[in-house]
């Protein structure tokens, strides 16, 4: 999130698209009903009419899949009738700098594709600098080759019947979400649009988000109280793990990962660091290294850190998604692991195509699941179908305690880090997973030191010591994720002595005098002691007006409670929304939240993040094209794509060897997948809780009346669902809350199944996880698989009720 | 007791999103059995009310004026000013059903398994009350009494995120209920409190209360915040009376 939960209620629109919040995140709701009793309009864009729709003011319906073709006509739509922030666009976001001549958008291409390796050349989406290296702008708006313009072409294909068309969403609903949501783009208004795994889950899903956020730009609402572009993350700590880097593409606080072209620490920092000549751009990364020495010393702390740089692991110079899930899992099946660690996870039933990868899971000599329970991955040997006698995977299962049993913080959807202890004592034989990761590491040690083996010097070297008493201390790994003085240092008159904890990230140093474990968390846990466990309601008058608590928990970065909060004001740092001020300059210093940067008002542009300054509406940085363009998901009603002759995102991960279900008779309805209130992610956990699988027991599957009347099931029959992958059966729940679609003048059906009911969810379970349906193709920028839509039929099942 | 002393919820179901929080905190909180449900084509489960279920969330899809709505009822016993269902079991075993002088929560004793399950039953208004075969005894939920007794909130109004669920002083919650009301009534002008002059709670109710459920208020064919002079004892003489 840009913003914060509380925040919600400070909104005039609240666009939910691609979330079920009121499901998925019920607490979410506590802030956006208090938005509705202000007077604010909530609106649902979803193929499903959920329990957010139904609290919703307007609900449109939408095909899985066409969120691109939706937002670009809604692009159109702003840009036509000059509903646009002009101020905003002009000073804040990248709209008037010129395009360079090589690039170009073709029959559904952006120039520079190679159909060798189905990648860019991302050289050819530059601007046009002046000879200082300084992009071009044209502040008028009006050159042909500014961003706004070339917008205005790309977006123009997005016409409302095209749009109607291909969404199959009806016109007046169309008009109604664009026109409700246009009328943010004032400076007194405030739009907010939440999305969640319905965005992202695509092959086109950061596309869809890059679009959004366009649209936010568009409107001037990002960096304001009431808007943002706001992910809603659901896993307790998800916001954590990839602030922490549980990914294939970062090291913690999203440092680039290593490659293996960058062999030493120069050339890695060299590569890192975006340059920029334009003065007024603060240009943040540019203190990479400095977050890099620290990174390695922490992990480090008495070697070198150029050393130590060449102990870090290095992906090779391919796609970064050769690393991420889907492939991993390719690997896996075609035998390419020994072994596995599956750590928190399911991917026999939580993960896309969940019936590959428990065939993967099979060709492994040995596999360590560590969970609180037993679940399809940790007993695929004995799942529907397998006899244990044809599986060699050896399976190690080591009982992890639950977040209750353990100290350590939460990071929440608004990037707060929250502190939380202990409050029940661990059951059996189980361990916190810290102390699981250092026993087990101390062991690997222990062999390395005994018999030595390849490179050692990662494992010898590494720094753990993190424990108390002879356990793991959450504490003293969060002081280290803060940052700690390894020598004494001055910084601007204060001395600081080795030892001391940094005050922020402002004090991190690149010549290896600090060491700091996530840069972005510095300022956490100071001199001052804890400040995630801080539960103080104080605030000033200004902070009081929009709900910001900055003396309570600790929010990342910086404790800034609202990011690009400098394009909140003008450029004499006057609130363009006085009413709803985040930051306001008062003369001598900002009040409110803490700002984007100190600098004087005007004196730097409000995007830090970004090499420019400027958010960006044309975006070169993505490896599929610089501006969102709709292409069709991998399995499809169409057989190929009414906006261009490009079916299909070109760059996406997918494995050719998988057949994909393409207007195929065999498979002719669309199946989206997503959780249920009642039940947690695949079910390991809520599937043990009484109370909350009475309410949701069973696997189910939810088709419109006109669906059900025609293939003749009733309410409550049992169904079968089945994809080019697999099949399961589910109940049928048959409602008015979905609705066929018309799609290019024909009717398409969708149907949906919560993929959290697992094989293991209860004895002798007579369903199977959605996943089993769900295919192997991802997203190019993270490899995120597409299970919000794909091809499946469905029938009523022989004995057509439940056994 | 008074009418406008003790305790009331105010139920404000523009709000709910049927999250079921309150269904499952009331069973945490009371350590009330689960069954072993199967999914029948509704989300609602347990489909009723049963002997370990008090709070119970209903979901029902209804169209209104050419608008597809899903309603959530999250119902529980109403605890009503005059209990017909206390009056009932005076008949024949005083004592069993009564009513807490404070909060005007009606309760349920161990006495209540001398009780003609049935006769207890027919005798609410509302329907609420179940019998646990384990036990024996006439279950419904007991206004959180334990709880309140203590200064706290009954679970389900603790748990509730959307402030649907409101607990307070009666004359307190009436007026917030009214005002919400007042609020609500300007953009659909059916809404009304059902049956606010004769429960403890208060359910705000956006659309025709026949949507929620048939047993939302006292008499479906004349639903209405005006219910007016009729007393329980009325409304209960009106009532067909199965005994047995
Ligand atoms: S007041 Fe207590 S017993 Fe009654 S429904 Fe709420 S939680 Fe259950
Ligand atoms: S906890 Fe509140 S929002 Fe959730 S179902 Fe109950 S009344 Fe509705």
Redesign the pocket.
Known sequence: MTNHWIDLKNSDVLLIMGSNAAENHPISFKWVTRAQQRGATLIHVDPRFTRTSAKADLYAPIRSGTDIVFFGGLIRHILDNELYFKQYVVDYTNASYLVGPDYDFKDGLFSGFNPQTASYDRKKWNFVTDDKGVTLKDPSLKDPRCVLQVMRRHYARYDLKTVVNVTGMPEDKVLAVWNSFASTGRPDKAGTILYAMGQCQHTVGVQNIRALSMIQMLLGNIGIAGGGVNALRGESNVQGTTDIALLCDNLPGYLPIPRATWADYDAYVKAGTPVTNDPQSANWWSNLDKYAASLLKAMYPTADHKEAYTWLPKIDDTKVVEYSWLSLFERMYNGGFKGAFVWGQNPCAGGANAGKNRKAMATLDWTVVVNLFENETSLFWKGPGVNPKDVKTEVFFLPACMSVEKDGSVANSGRWLQWREKSARFMGDSMSDGDIVIRLFEEVRKLYKAEGGKHPEPILNLDTAYLKDGAYDASALARRLNGTFLKDVTIADKQWKAGQQVPGFAALQADGSTACGCWIFSGSYTEQGNMMARHDRTQTPEQAAIGLFPNWSYAWPANRRILYNRAGVDQAGKPFDPKRAVIAWNGEKWVGDVPDGGWKPGEKLPFIMVREGRGQLYGPGRVDGPLPEHYEPFESPLAGNPLSPQRVNPTALHFAHEEKAVRDPRFPYVCTTYRVTEQWQSGTMTRKTAWLKEMQPDGFCEMSRELAAQLGVRNGDQVVLESVRGKVQVVAIVTPRLKPFTVMGETVHQVGIPWQFGWGQKKNATFDSANLLSPSVGDPNTGIPETKVFMVNVRKAPSGKQG | MSENKGKT?FIDQTRCTACRG?QA??KQ??KLAADETVNTGSYQNPPDLNGHT??LVRFNEVEVDGKLKWVFFPE??RHCLEPPCKMMADAFIPGAIIQDEVTGAVIYTEKTKELDYQTIREACPYDIPRKEESTGLLTK????ID?VRAGML????KTCPTYTMHFGDRDEMLAIARARLAEVQKASPAALLADSDLVRVLYLCEVHPSHYHHHMVADAGNASDRIGPFSRRALLAMRPLRTG
């Open positions: 919820f309150c905190a009331c909180w009371k008090f709070k529980q016993c939920c007991n206004m959180c709880r009954p679970a389900c109004v």
